[in-house]
């Protein structure tokens, strides 16, 4: 029976991911406990690549992770990764001095920030209501990602590298015999030196499998709707849509306008569901801000967004478990991070200095070591 160097927990973005930077160097198993890669996560994302409106941590890494988006590797992808959209920052009149505030501040990292005058707020988005836009302004870094593409970029490298990306092998218990982890799945036991947890939103029940002690990362729901544009309405080129205080976001979607409430509501891990209450205040946003009449909702849906107590990612190993490796916590920006933290992940556990761009970003292993809680 084949022993892996490595063995990683889940397929979704940081799963593969790392597996695309750690392949070339290790043999590499990726365990998914379902039938397709990315089901619960990443395939429900929002698709959006911002350079800004995170934690300072995330958005070092997101301008790490932008040169991989921008130039990949040759035949990691037949069409580009990053889409430029442009974004438009919005504030009814309870909340325009804050946006005020705000680009103000954002100015001394995004000098070509824009602020707009109710007319060109309009010119740039005809959709919003001129009644309830009283202050806006205009960020062009904002990006849709080809998010299939980029997942199965990962997929196929990893493949290309020799890893093994076996489906169906959720993961029912482990044990260790002379140093190795005999790893019981779903469909048969594999063994591995050093397993990694990338299992998202089940990232502490899988090291409660593991006999590692839980983190507190929990998940959250975020739910998103579709509602049909106008006849004849273009609004492919129009940029994405947020509310200042991220009560809610739009952006266009496949011909439809895609909406959330931006909930963040506790979870159990699992295969969720929007609920009534949140698909209903997606569509009130859209009553509220645009001119768009909803008269059905197209589609709805919900994505988990595991964070950890400090909601920044965690990443590495407890120094008495080192053959158990943390790649957890990402939040809502797995996606846009992942060229930067998979390759950080992978630089860890081969022991070799990461690029000079995560130094020079002030990105260190301490930052998101499990060690800190």
């Keep these: ?7 990683i927990i889940g397929g979704g973005i940081a799963g593969l991911s790392l597996a695309y930077f750690l392949s070339p160097h290790r043999k590499i198993a990726v365990l998914e406990r379902e039938e397709a890669l990315g089901y619960h996560s990443t395939g429900r994302s929002a698709a959006e690549f911002v350079l800004r409106y995170n934690a300072p941590e995330v958005c070092a890494l997101a301008t790490i992770a932008k040169g991989f988006f921008d130039a990949p590797p040759e035949s990691f992808s037949s069409i580009p990764l990053l889409t430029q959209r442009g974004g438009v920052m919005i504030a009814n009149a309870e909340k325009a001095s804050r946006l005020e505030d705000i680009f103000r501040a954002e100015l001394a990292f995004t000098p070509e920030l824009e602020k707009l005058t109710l007319e060109e707020t309009l010119a740039r988005v005809p959709i919003l209501r001129p009644d309830y836009v009283a202050a ?3 960020d062009p870094n904002f990006w849709d990602i080809e998010v299939e593409s980029l997942l199965q970029g990962y997929t196929r490298g990893a493949r290309r590298n020799g890893a093994d990306i076996l489906e169906n092998h959720g993961v029912v218990s482990a044990w260790q015999e002379n140093g190795i982890w005999l790893i019981e799945t779903a469909s048969g036991i594999v063994r591995a030196r050093t397993v990694v947890n990338a299992a998202g939103g089940w990232a502490d029940e899988t090291a409660s499998m593991f006999g590692v002690t839980p983190l507190g990362i929990v998940p959250h729901r975020r739910t998103a709707i579709t509602v049909d544009l106008p006849e ?5 080129d129009m940029p994405e849509i947020n509310e200042i205080d991220e009560a809610f976001y739009m952006k266009p ?3 439809r306008l895609l909406a959330s409430p931006a909930d963040a ?5 699992g295969d969720v569901q929007p609920e009534e209450i949140d698909v209903a205040w997606a569509a009130h946003y859209i009553k509220e801000a645009t001119a768009i009449p909803v008269r059905r909702v197209a589609k709805s849906w919900a994505g988990m967004r595991s964070f950890s107590p ?6 590495g190993c407890i120094p008495s478990r080192p053959d158990f490796f943390w ?3 990402q939040g809502g920006f797995g996606i846009l991070t992942s060229p930067a933290l998979g390759a ?3 630089h860890l556990l081969t022991g070799s200095a990461p690029p000079a761009a995560f130094a020079q970003n002030g990105i260190s292993a301490e930052i998101f070591n499990p060690a800190r809680f």
């Design 1 to 7: 029976m084949t022993t892996y160097d490595v063995a």
């Design 136 to 138: 806006a302004f205009y």
């Design 232 to 236: 004849g309405m273009d609004a492919s």
């Design 253 to 255: 979607d496949a011909g």
């Design 265 to 269: 509501t506790p979870c159990e891990p």
């Design 310 to 315: 400090d909601r920044l990612p965690v990443v």
């Design 327 to 329: 790649l957890a916590g």
């Design 344 to 346: 950080f992940a992978a």
